[in-house]
């Protein structure tokens, strides 16, 4: 059971838009992660560039899901401009990270894994921008 304390300083942690932002892109990322791997060794699809656009799909829709309701709770956007404008911004940062994914991976033959982490890298400043400034408005 946790303390008091424990649980007052959790709850200031999670007080924080910073801190949720990077917990609900923990989250995305996982699923993105889990479907691009599930793609590449279950399926057997041969493209890590198509596995990696295909798992943004499903990555992209836990992030929304994630920002509207826990990150960016504040917001009194009205759905629909911000399912629009998030689609547009994340269509956007998919397919720079396929790009990326597609050069990495499949022109240079370089780990997939690796070139996920520094796509994702460059992604999470992206999305924390456009999501604050553009999408949700806070």
């Known amino acids: 059971m946790l303390t008091s304390r424990v649980r007052g300083k959790a709850e200031a942690l999670l007080a924080q838009q910073s801190v949720r932002y990077l917990l609900n892109g923990l989250a995305a990322t996982a699923v993105h992660f889990v479907v691009l791997t599930f793609?590449?060794?279950?399926?057997?699809?041969?493209s890590a560039g198509i596995s990696n656009l295909?798992?943004?799909?499903f990555g992209i829709a836990a992030s929304f899901l994630g920002?509207?309701?826990f990150v960016f709770r504040g917001s009194v956007e009205p759905l629909f401009k911000?399912?629009?404008?998030?689609?547009?911004?994340y269509a956007a940062i998919a397919l720079l990270h396929g790009a990326l994914m597609y050069v990495w991976a499949d022109h240079y033959?370089?780990?997939?894994?690796?070139?996920?982490?520094?796509?994702?890298g460059l992604q999470v400043l992206c999305s924390y921008w456009g999501n604050k400034r553009m999408v949700f408005k806070v």
């Open 109 to 120: 033959h370089l780990n997939y894994i690796v070139g996920f982490v520094l796509a994702t």
């Open 67 to 69: 920002s509207r309701h």
């Open 39 to 46: 793609n590449l060794k279950v399926l057997g699809w041969s």
């Open 82 to 89: 911000q399912v629009y404008r998030f689609i547009f911004l």
């Open 54 to 57: 295909v798992a943004a799909v």
